[in-house]
């Protein structure tokens, strides 16, 4: 069974600039979660979504963050503009449900210098 | 959303079973406890899951009592493998938002 893949693994951007994330969870995995893990510290949910909705956005900075979820399927995490506290590794996960077993992907490490 | 305290680290010896215990005295009715293992440069990974008294599976055990306020993780025979950051969470069923990480359990397995 395929894993949950993201891309690109490394990001390297200047402050200011745009960067987008994209996450093709496990097949049939209704549940998809976005989180930001800075290092030292334990993952943040930045979003989660069921199906095609957003079930948990509260600690999305939606001034600069946004993340949709087109058909149900793939994601994709935006990050506009950057800035440097935003560097951290990206994490995307998935899960059939939202008390299942949820499988991460290997993550994006972003560096904004 | 009930919290979770568990130690920020521990330290092991090889062979040696590991109990890592976690806090959650706002425990609903209907939450269950989830444990995640996390190695550097890699997400986390589903360890074990359980609702009340005893669960074990092939990596690890899980023991909860009766009031369901703590859990205890425990890790038979450990080795130098086993050392990862190790996440307690409870699952908010109401609210359908089960994976809320914590600061996590740093064990560090030594020779």
């Known amino acids: 069974e395929a894993g949950v893949a993201q891309s690109p693994r490394y990001k390297i951007i200047e402050k200011r600039q745009s960067v987008a994330f994209w996450c093709n969870p496990i097949?049939?995995?209704?549940?998809l979660y976005w989180y930001q893990q800075i290092l030292g510290q334990g993952p943040k949910l930045l979003i989660q979504?069921?199906?095609?909705?957003?079930?948990?956005d509260s600690q999305l900075p939606k001034d600069r963050f946004s993340a949709e979820r087109l058909k149900g399927v793939d994601s994709t995490l935006k990050i506009q503009p950057a800035k440097l506290e935003d560097s951290a590794v990206y994490l995307c996960a998935s899960s059939l449900s939202p008390t299942a077993e949820a499988f991460f992907g290997q993550g994006t490490r972003l560096t904004v210098v | 959303l009930a919290k979770t305290t568990q130690p920020i680290s521990m330290d092991s010896y090889e062979g040696q079973e590991v109990n890592i215990t976690c806090s959650h005295n706002n425990i609903a009715t209907n939450d269950y406890i989830t444990w995640y293992q996390q190695f550097p440069s890699q997400g986390p990974r589903f360890i074990i899951q359980?609702?009340?008294t005893k669960v074990t599976n092939e990596v690890a055990s899980l023991f909860i009592p009766a009031d369901r306020k703590s859990s205890t993780l425990s890790l038979p025979r450990v080795s130098l493998s086993d050392t990862a950051v190790y996440y307690c969470?409870?699952?908010?069923?109401?609210?359908?938002?089960?994976?809320?990480f914590g600061k996590g359990t740093t064990l560090s397995v030594s020779s």
């Open positions: 979504f069921q199906n095609n909705g957003v079930v948990d």
């Open positions: 097949s049939g995995h209704a549940t």
């Open positions: 969470l409870v699952g908010d069923e109401q609210a359908g938002t089960a994976l809320i």
């Open positions: 359980g609702y009340k």
